[in-house]
Each structure stands twice: as C-alpha cells, then as structure tokens.
C-alpha cells in the first residue's frame, strides 16, 4: 500500500524520518519496502508568472506567453492550454529540465516562433489526472518566481507491504492508529458529520439480501441535487500519491474514504437501478455482466452480485457495473458500504481475473462497525463537495451493535511463549496503546479485542501483540534446552544409497511414470484385467490407466526406448513404488506382489534390466552379452556395498508368479531366513519379441524395504588380518537335480567365519561320473586372524564334507 505522509500526517503527528518511521514500521510487522520521494524526478521546474498572454501570429489554437521566472530576463513560452490569463502562477519546465518519464524539455521552434520552455499540466508533472489545462498555482504573490515547484508538491510515499492478517492497516487511519501505540501520540480520527434533510433513503431505495452468509451488513445511502464535477485539487493529489487515478468527485470519494478508513464504498447511478431495488444474490449459472473496465464477463453461482430488479449490476466487493456507472451528468446516488465474506470475493477475482483494492481489503476481512461509518464519512464528503442533499436515515441490514471478542489469556504460559518475564500489570500496559482492555488479576486476564482486530481470536494472538508492544528488539535469544531425541532415519536415505551403490557399478538411472497401460501389462505377460490392478477412474489416455502393480514392465519399456535409439547395450535400474490391491482373504496378492495383506497397498522396489555388452567392444574382445550370472553379480554386488548377507536363490517354478520369465532360467531371491523378497532371470522370449528387444535380456526386481532391512543397524570394520590367506580346493560330486546355490549355502553355514570367500570355477558331466551326477570344483579362501590356523582350517574343510554328505549324499574328492 502507498502512504503519503502528508495525508498521514492528518491523523497522528510524525516526529520521525521517514527512514525512522520505516524502520519502526517494519520491525512492528509492516514492511516498508521503499520510500519515494515525488517530485524527485523533475529537474529545473520552476515557479513562473504569466506577465502577457498574446495571440501566436501563425496558429490560432496557440498562444505566446511572457513568463518571469526569476532570472531577469522574461522567457517567450509557446502555449496550447486555454486556462491561463495574465498574473498566474504556474509551474514552467526551462530548457534542459527533465520530467517523469524521463521526458526532457528543449528548446523548440514553434510554427515559426522559438519556444523557450514549457508551462507545465498536473499530469505532465505526474500529481495529477488532468492534462488539458495548466497547473495553476495561484495568482497572489504567496511563491516566489523561479522557486523550486517540488518545494510545492513534494510528497514522500512509503511503500507498505501490509501481511494478510492485519487487514485493518490497509488505510491511513489503521497505520496511524498502529504509530500512535508505538509513539505515544494521539490517534485524530476523522469528522463523519452528516446533515440529512428530505426525503427518507427507503423512499427511493429497496434492499434484499439474500445470502446473508455472504454479506453479513449491508448499508446504503441516498443522495440527490448531486454536481457530480471534478475533487477538489488536494484530494486529487493524494489519490494520484496513494497510486489511485482520479476520476469524479463522487468516485474520487468512495476512494478516498476506503484509503482513509479502509472500507471499499461503491456509488451507482440512483436513476440507472431498476425497480428501486437492491438485491445481493448468488450470480447465476453463466449470468454475464458488463463491469466498469466495459469487458463482459461470465459468471457461476460461486460468485456474488449486487443486482437490482432486472439483473447483475456488480460484482460484490470487487468492480461495479457499466450499466449503474456514476457519470458528469449524474444528480441522484445511491451509495453502498457493506461487508462481503472474504473467501468467496477472493475465489471470484482470481476465477475472473479481476483483483482491485477493494477486493483485496474485502478479502482480509471488515469489521461489523466499518460500514457504517464509512458511509457516514463519505456522506459528508459528498455533500460537501458535490452540495448534494442527503436524505434521511441510512438502510443497515445489520445495525445493532456487536459485543466486542474477550480472549482468556495465561500471563505465565505468556512468558513461556515469549520467553521474557512479565508481570500482568505491565502486559496490561502493553496492551492498551494498542486499543485492548484487560481485565483481571494475578495469571489470568480476559482481554477485550477492540472490533478492528479481526486476526486476534486466541491466546498466542494477544501474546503476538504483547511482544510487538514490548518491542521484538527487546527480546533476549535463549536457546532451547530440552534434550533432544534420537534423531530420525532418512526414509529416503536407504533409497538414495541403493542408487549411489547402482551408478557406481556402472548402471544408468531411469525415472519412468508409475501409471502404464493395460497393454504394457499383456506385453509383459500380466493379465491386463487381473481385479488385484489399481485403476485410474479418469485417466487422460488408456497408455496411463493403471498404476503398475510390477516394475518390469517399466524397465522392459525402458530397454525398448533404447533399442529404438539403436542403444542396443543398456545396463539400467529404477528405484520407484509398484501398487496393487489384495484379495478379501488376505495373504500375498496373488502374483502382482510379495507383501501380505489386505486392501491398497503401494512399495518401493528397485529393478534391474541388462542388455547386450557392459565392456566397450574392441580388438580381440568382441564382448559378451549379459546373462544370469551378470545380473546374479550385480545383485550380489549391491548387497554387499550396502552391508547385507548375500542372497541365496530358489528355483521358481510358479508359471504364473512371473511370467515375463524364461520358465528354465528363473529363480526366487532369498534370505537367510528362506523368505523371498525379489526374483531375476532371463526375459521370457515371447516378452522380449512383444517389446522388439533383441538377444537375451535378464531382469532383476527386489523389494527394497526388505532388503534393507537386512542391513545391520551397525557395520563393524574387522583390523587387517596379520595372517596370509589360505586357498582350498574342493571337487564335489552330487545329483544333478541339486541347485548349485544349494551347494553354496551350506558350504557357506558350515564351514565358520574364517571362509571369505567361496567361488564355483568348475562344472563336469560325463560317463565317468555316471549319468544324472554333476561335478563341481569350489575355490575356497580361509582368512586366520594369525599365522598357525592351519588346523582350524582342515577341522573346517572337515565339516563341510561332512554336512555335504549327510545333505546332499555327495562324493568328496
């Protein structure tokens, strides 16, 4: 909001800079995001007197003037205004000077005649809307020819940045209220005197509302014998100030009491409401209106309207109508000041468009007891002014007088908030600059809310004010002493580590959307009308209608887009949610998902797809494509960086748990526990040719939540072993039919913490073994904590042969 001091200066004295009263303002909640100075940018403007006005020899719409500006020597000014006449004081732009807009004065020749200067209009000088005559400045000898014309019309604008809770500092008075609390001056209210004669205003006028949620008051005067000509010269110059453009004394009126008082007022041509009749009404569906800016707007029930008897004639609180306007010509008024609900004007003028002063102070609230005076401080203005007659009595849809809000407020619970110790005969103190009254003693006080204060409804409210009063500035920074508690894990963190594990072995991230198409689905092998899916009651297009119950459809697209861009080697992993909806019994839901349970159900998984060669092809190493045992390290890989036992693997042999897989080269990942929590294989060749991808890729998808809860909370760091490690060998003959990872496992559960490490580097089936056995040859690396373990590693070897034997009947060799 723009503040001229001079117009503050009416209702409280300012002993301060307008630095000074910036700097108060802003640390008491209302920013002063600037301070302007009008007139600042005019150069070489001076006070002149018109000496002689003369005919100019070759135009007959302009004059030549003689002006004494004070130098000695009169200036010979060309003229086109018609309002000047000798001995006038008027403001002259001399050669060189510069006026706003950056507009500089030269000197011109003039249909012949060398023009000197120029005689200067308000809105030439930009303290004004009229730009057809010249600024008259007087015709007595009260300013000096040649003193400075900003001497005359320098103005000091503050520019405020009201919050949207303190809607009552939205005028000149509600700021001067706030400076004389924090000042200590008095707060000069402004006369609403009204002298009503004649007809009474319900003679004339009707009003009806008939959303009285929405209009809670409502009051309108009547004026008639209304000269409606142009405000008077200081009042437009403060409209023009505060960044309002004058218009006529009525409507200069209405603007200059919501800027005063901070109610918005609109007039309306009394001649121009159909029927006498005022009606605030909800708008109709598609009801149009012409509003005052002549566009023709469209309008919903959403929306308030003022309306007389035949239809809208404004839009409640933001903009009248064009057809009620408020003209040269007009003689009867009918005046409105009333209170609309804030949200609904809020909702309309963004809907619309159509955001004015008014509906920015209707949308922070008015008080109950603004409207009426308001419309008895324009009344006076009117009449005044205009010498309109006003008419008797004043229609008020609400007029009784509200109790004033009472807060129970705890002083010590005060202190805590505040962290200052004070005692409640000094809060008391405080609080009564500000216009509150406190009663009652020792912790408990009822503080009475003066009506302009619509933000203060609770205790912490009056302790705001309290603080403000006492000066933020004032208040010591203690820090917080409570013991603070574990802190939180990062939900995402375990995310992000998995991501970071990813890239580093070398992978590409992909980000895909979590809604797919029924057809990804078919593509992939799901069933695209299976009841567990999650479907989008209005998807924007059918390749977005399902949330994907399964990451592998995400990243086989993502492979697809690839190979489309001739990218035909793409390692690629997606972190993301898959979603599904159990059945009524409860249990695993069905094929789509791992987790039991019952309803919606959403979880983060992390998918891995490879295709063709990770290793740059090149001279002798024509690469290898990806297949199981990759994807099998990468898994592994990412189970080790994140601290995790690594997995074992079951066989999958469910054709429907999933059927993007090769039937033969599928398995289940597991824990320790025997529980799975992700699967891996080869992409099923009727998949791969669904999505035109070439070779054999392998994918992977675990659950991320139990993955990571496989994570020791703690990861111990073991000293650097003193002793060399040892390598054993070991030949193991057994049935075919035995998983290898079978194998792995219980080499690993038997043998002891000294086995590191364990690799399969070996695999023989042949006649010499006997048909249906298989042979395999296992590294294995024993790690002493000291040298002479020796034995401790033969008693291991010992029992892994043994539980091989016992489990699997194998034949050591």
Not at 169 to 193: N, Q
Not at 460 to 483: C, F, K, S
Not at 564 to 576: C, K, P, S
Request: aromatic share 4%; proline share 8%.
């Amino acid at each position: 909001m723009r503040v001229p001091l001079s117009w503050l200066r009416d209702y409280v004295a300012l002993n301060l800079t307008p630095a000074e009263l910036a700097e108060e303002l802003t640390v008491r909640g209302m920013e002063v995001q600037g301070i302007e100075v009008s007139g600042a940018d005019w150069t070489d403007v001076v006070v002149g007197r018109l000496l002689a006005i003369e005919p100019h020899p070759n135009a007959e719409k302009l004059s030549l003037t003689t002006v004494d500006v004070g130098t000695g020597e009169p200036l010979r000014i060309v003229c086109g205004a018609t309002n000047i006449s000798p001995g006038q004081l008027v403001p002259v732009a001399l050669v060189g000077a510069m006026l706003p807009g950056e507009r500089r004065i030269e000197r011109s020749r003039i249909r012949g005649v060398i023009s000197e200067g120029m005689l200067c209009s308000a809105a030439e000088l930009g303290i004004g809307a009229d730009a057809d005559g010249i600024k008259i400045l007087g015709a007595d000898r009260e300013h000096e020819p040649g003193s400075d014309v900003r001497s005359l019309f320098g103005e000091t604008v503050l520019d405020v940045d009201v919050k949207p809770n303190r809607g009552d500092c939205l005028s000149m008075v509600g700021l001067a209220r706030e400076i004389a609390a924090f000042t200590g001056t008095a707060l000069r209210l402004p006369k609403s005197d009204v002298v009503e004669s004649g007809d009474d205003t319900a003679d004339h006028l009707v009003v009806r509302i008939e959303a009285p949620a929405l209009c809670p008051r409502f009051a309108a005067r009547y004026f008639d014998a209304v000269s409606n000509r142009s405000s008077p010269e200081w009042m437009q110059q403060r409209l023009v100030a505060a960044g309002m453009r004058p218009v006529s004394a009525v409507v200069d009126i209405t603007n200059y009491v919501m800027h005063e008082l901070g109610q918005p007022m609109h007039a309306y041509s009394a001649v121009a409401i159909r029927g006498g009749t005022i009606v605030v009404r909800q708008a109709g569906q598609d009801e149009e209106l012409e509003t005052l800016d002549h566009q023709r707007r469209r309008l919903d029930p959403r929306m308030l309207v003022i309306a007389d008897a035949a239809g809208a004639i404004g839009l409640a609180g933001i903009m009248g109508g064009a057809s009620t306007e408020v003209g040269d010509t007009t003689t009867s008024v009918i005046l409105e000041s009333a209170a609309f609900h804030g949200p609904t004007v809020r909702n309309a003028a963004r809907r619309l468009g159509l955001r004015s002063e008014a509906s920015a102070r209707h949308e922070k609230g008015i008080p109950w007891n603004l409207p009426r005076a308001a419309a008895d401080r324009a009344a006076g203005l009117i009449a005044e002014l205009t010498g309109a007659r006003v008419a008797r009595g004043i229609l008020d849809t609400d007029p009784a007088p509200h109790p004033n809000r009472v807060v129970s407020v705890s002083v010590g619970r005060m202190r805590r908030l505040l962290g200052i110790d004070l005692e409640t005969p000094t809060v008391t103190t405080l609080l009564e600059p500000l216009e509150f009254t406190a009663r009652g003693g020792g912790d408990h006080l009822e503080v009475e809310v003066p009506p302009h204060r619509l933000d203060v409804a609770h205790a912490v409210d009056v302790a705001e004010e309290v603080a403000r009063a006492y000066g933020y500035g004032r208040i010591p920074g203690v820090l917080p002493r409570p013991e603070l508690g574990e802190p939180r894990r990062d939900p995402s963190a375990g995310r992000h580590q998995v991501r970071r594990i990813l890239a580093g072995i070398g992978l590409t991230e992909t980000v895909t959307h979590a809604l797919i198409g029924p057809a990804d689905l078919e593509r992939t092998g799901y069933p695209p009308d299976d009841p567990e899916l999650i479907r989008v009651a209005n998807p924007i297009s059918p390749a977005h209608s399902v949330l994907r119950p399964v990451m592998y459809a995400s990243v086989l697209a993502s492979l697809a887009e690839n190979v489309r861009r001739r990218r035909g080697d793409a390692w690629l992993y997606e972190v993301g949610k898959t979603y599904w909806m159990a059945d009524q019994q409860g249990g695993p839901a069905g094929r789509l998902a791992e987790t039991a349970g019952t309803g919606r159900f959403e979880a983060w998984h992390v998918a891995i797809a490879l295709l063709g060669s990770h290793a740059p092809r090149s001279v002798g190493q024509p690469g290898r494509a990806a297949d199981v045992a990759d994807l099998k390290g990468v898994v592994e890989a990412l189970h080790a960086a994140l601290g995790a036992p690594l997995p074992t693997y079951r066989p999958d042999t469910d054709a429907e748990a999933h059927p993007h897989l090769h039937p033969g080269r599928r398995a289940r990942v597991m824990d320790a526990a025997g529980r799975p929590y992700g699967s891996l294989g080869e992409v099923h060749p009727g998949v791969a040719a669904a999505w035109d991808l070439p070779g054999r890729p392998v994918v992977a998808a675990i659950n991320l939540p139990q993955l990571l809860a496989l994570v020791p909370a703690v990861l111990h760091a073991a000293p650097v072993p003193s002793a060399q490690p040892v390598d054993r060998d070991l030949a193991v003959v057994l049935d075919a039919a035995v998983p290898v990872g079978e194998l792995l496992r219980l080499v690993r559960a038997t043998a002891g913490p000294l086995l590191t490490g364990v690799t399969l580097f070996d695999e023989y089936r042949g006649p010499q073994i006997g048909a249906g056995r298989v042979s395999y040859a296992l590294a294995l690396r024993f790690q002493p904590a000291v040298p002479g373990h020796e034995r401790a590693v033969d008693r291991a070897l010992g029992r892994i042969g043994g539980t091989l034997r016992h489990h699997l009947h194998a034949e050591i060799r």
